[in-house]
């Protein structure tokens, strides 16, 4: 069984920035794709952006330009930076990562953005 190890959650003001990590047991070489997604109560996971294994990453229109997903292959940890927050981000932020037919997620992490 695979598990994803989410941080970086937590409060913030609108404007402000946070770096979500995700850390995998596995290698992260050994997965296709790795990603963020976000829910709020009442609606589907959303996909917040992606980066494949080989391939241009690809973001939701919402956060284009203020999000950047990124993996440090040392580290085996895959990151979202995410600047000029909105309240409109505010939502569970859960890590994927899928393997051939198989997809993971992890325990998902808190994001407010609130005055």
């Known amino acids: 069984q695979v598990h994803l190890v989410e941080s970086g959650g937590g409060l913030v003001q609108p404007g402000g920035s946070l770096r979500l990590s ?10 296709n794709t790795m990603g963020w997604y976000r829910q709020v109560p009442g609606k589907q996971r959303e996909l917040v952006a992606e980066k494949p294994a080989t391939g241009s990453s690809r ?15 040392a580290q085996n940890t895959l990151y979202l930076q995410m600047n000029s927050l909105k309240p409109e981000d505010t939502a ?19 994001v407010t953005v609130s005055s």
């Open 22 to 31: 995700c850390t995998p047991s596995d290698s992260i070489f050994s997965f």
């Open 92 to 110: 569970v932020y859960y890590c994927n990562a899928h393997r051939l037919e198989n997809a993971y997620w992890g325990q998902g992490t808190q």
């Open 59 to 73: 973001y939701a229109y919402s956060v284009t330009g203020r999000f950047t997903i990124s993996r440090d292959n």
